[in-house]
C-alpha cells in the first residue's frame, strides 16, 4: 500500500483521464468526485472507477470532451443537458445555479438528462446542505430490480440522497440505494465461492435464491419487499420519467465500455429553509441532538466524516496495484 | 352490514361532525376524504375515524372551525398554516393552489404546518396526478420508530406518498408507510392472543420482540432495516423541521382525545411534467406498460382503484354498529 495526499491522487487520476480524450476541466470534476469519494472509505466510487471510466471515455461510450449545458425553462427548474459526458461536471454546475434558484424560488429543482453514474450520490446534496440548503437527489441507474411479483429488471438500484444542514457542524447526510445490498457483495460470495443469504436476490424466475451465479443472472431484491419496489418506480418515474432521460431497461452499463451512452437522469430538488420556517437549522440540530443523545444511536454518514478527516490529515491509503493500473491508463 | 351510497356518507360524517364543533366546510372535506379513504378500501383511514375526530374537535385538540391559510412567501412556495383544525381542509387549499405555482416555476412546493392527520397520504398527490402534475408528498406522524441503534422514538412511521399522470387512465399512485407494518397489526395480535414475527417491532429496550404487548410499549421496526430509518429521519427533516412543524416526539397522537393538538407536517413537491421533458406523460405510460408486461407484476394503487369502483356502482358496505356510534355522537 502506498499513501497519496489528496492532490496526489487527483492529479493522478485527472491525468489518466487526460490521457483517454478527456477534457482537462472534465477530467478535474472526475477527480475531485473519485478521490473525494475514496476520501470517504467509499472505494465503490472511488479510485477503483478510473479504468473503466478511461475505458468508456476512449471508445465514446461517455464523451469526456462534452461540455454540459444548463438552461432555465421556468424560473424554479434547472434544466441540465449532461451531453452524454461525465455526471459530475452537470453535478457540478447544478451546485453552482441551485442555490440561486432556490434563494429566489423558495424551492428549485435541477433536472439532468443524458446523464451517467453519479457517484456517491450524497456528495452534492451534501454541498448545497454546506452552502444553507436543504437538498433532495433521485437518480436512476441501469436495470437491476424488478416489478414486485415479476421477473424481469426495470428498475436501477435508484439511489436517494438527503442533506440538511446543522448549525456549527457538517450537514445531515442520508444516501442509500434500494436494493437491500449492493451487487457487490454478491460478486464477493461468488469468488468466494460461498452461498449468499436468501433475501438477497433473485434468480432469473423471480425464485429467491442463495446461488450467487444466479443471482447474479436474476434480479437484486430491493430494501424492505414491494414497498422498496414502489420507491424504486418513484425514483425511476422522477430522476428519469420527468426528467426526460433513459430508463434503467434503457441505460447501458456504468461499469463497461460496450453499447451506447447510459444517458441515465438525476433529479435535485433545492430548498431554501429561510424561505420556510424562522429557525430550520436550530430544528435540524435539535432532531440531530435527540438522536444522538441515545446510546446506540448516531446519524448517518457520520462515518464518512471520520474517514475524509483521517484522509484529510494523513493522506489515502492506496494499493500499489491498483495506482500501477491507473498510471497505465 | 348496511349498504350506503357515496353521497349517504358523506352525510353521515358530516353530520356527525358538525355536532362537534365543526364548520360545515371543514365537515365537508373531512367526509370527503374519510368517505374516499372507505371507498378505496382503506378502512383505517375510513369511517373507523370518526369518532376519535368528533371526540377532537368537541374538546378543541382539533379546531373543528379553523380556517387554513395560505400565503406564498416566494414564488415556488404555498407556505399553509393549517391553524390546528383538521389536516383536509389545508390539503385541499394546497391542491388547489399548486398546479398554477407548479405550472408557472416548474416546480412548486407546498408546506403545511400546525396540521393534524394527512388520512391517505395518496389521495393529495393522486388528485394533482389527475390534473396532470407529479407530485410527492411526505408526512410526519407522532412518535412510532427509534433511531438506529437506539430505543427512543423520535421519527413517526412518516408517509410518502407520489402519483403521476397515465394516458388516458387513472395516475400510477405509490403511498407508504416507513414502518414495517401498520400499528394495527400488532394491536389486533394481541386481541387474538397471539405472538408477531420478530421482525415487526422493538421492545423498550430496543430488542426485537414477538409479544405484542411489549411492542405496544416500544417502537415499531423500519422497513428495510438501517436505511429504512434513514428515510424516516429525512422525512421528519423535511415534512416537520423544513416546514416549521412539531417533531414526531413533540406531536400528540392522532387517536386520541387528550393532550393539545399534534401540530404535524405536510410537504408537497409538485412539478410540471410539460417543463422537464416534451412526452412525460407518454413515457409514464411507457415504464407502466413495461410493468404490467411482466406476469404477476402490477401497478401499485391498482387495488384502490378496484375499490373505488365497486364503491361507486353498489355503494360502500359498512357495519350497523359504526353508523349507529357515527349517528350517536
Request: proline share 7%.
Amino acid at each position: 500500500m502506498t499513501t497519496l495526499s489528496i492532490q496526489q491522487a487527483q492529479s493522478l487520476v485527472a491525468g489518466a483521464l487526460e490521457r483517454n480524450a478527456t477534457a482537462p476541466a472534465n477530467a478535474a470534476a472526475v477527480a475531485r468526485a473519485l478521490v473525494a469519494a475514496e476520501a470517504d472509505g467509499l472505494k465503490g466510487h472511488g479510485l477503483s472507477r478510473v479504468s473503466s471510466y478511461a475505458a468508456q471515455a476512449k471508445v465514446g461510450k461517455v464523451d469526456g470532451r462534452a461540455a454540459p449545458l444548463a438552461s432555465r425553462p421556468r424560473p424554479a427548474l434547472l434544466s441540465v443537458d449532461a451531453a452524454h459526458g461525465f455526471a459530475y461536471p452537470a453535478l457540478d454546475l447544478a451546485i453552482a445555479r441551485l442555490p440561486e434558484i432556490a434563494r429566489e424560488c423558495g424551492v428549485g429543482a435541477a433536472a439532468i438528462r443524458r446523464s451517467h453514474h453519479c457517484g456517491v450520490a450524497g456528495a452534492p446534496v451534501e454541498r448545497l446542505a454546506e452552502g444553507g440548503l436543504v437538498a433532495l437527489l433521485l437518480a436512476n441507474t441501469p436495470s437491476a430490480m424488478a416489478p414486485w411479483g415479476g421477473d424481469k429488471a426495470v428498475f436501477g438500484t435508484n439511489p436517494v440522497a438527503f442533506a440538511c444542514p446543522l448549525p456549527d457542524r457538517a450537514p445531515i447526510v442520508v444516501d442509500l440505494s434500494l436494493s437491500k445490498v449492493a451487487r457487490g457483495n454478491i460478486v464477493a460470495a461468488k469468488q468466494r465461492g460461498e452461498a449468499i443469504p436468501d433475501d438477497w436476490a433473485f434468480d432469473a424466475k423471480g425464485a429467491p435464491t442463495t446461488d450467487p451465479e444466479a443471482a447474479l443472472g436474476g434480479t437484486m431484491a430491493p430494501l424492505g419487499g414491494a414497498k422498496g419496489v414502489a420507491l424504486a418506480l418513484m425514483v425511476e418515474l422522477l430522476a428519469a420519467g420527468l426528467v426526460g432521460a433513459n430508463f434503467a431497461s434503457e441505460a447501458s452499463s456504468f461499469l463497461d465500455a460496450t453499447g451506447g451512452p447510459p444517458g441515465t437522469g438525476q433529479l435535485i430538488v433545492a430548498f431554501d429553509p429561510d424561505a420556510f420556517a424562522a429557525n430550520g437549522p436550530a430544528r435540524f440540530g435539535g432532531l440531530a441532538a435527540m438522536i444522538e443523545a441515545q446510546e446506540g444511536a448516531r446519524l448517518p454518514g457520520r462515518r464518512r466524516l471520520e474517514s475524509r478527516a483521517r484522509a484529510q490529515a494523513h493522506g489515502l491509503t492506496v494499493a500499489e496495484g491498483l495506482i500501477a493500473e491507473i498510471e497505465a491508463l
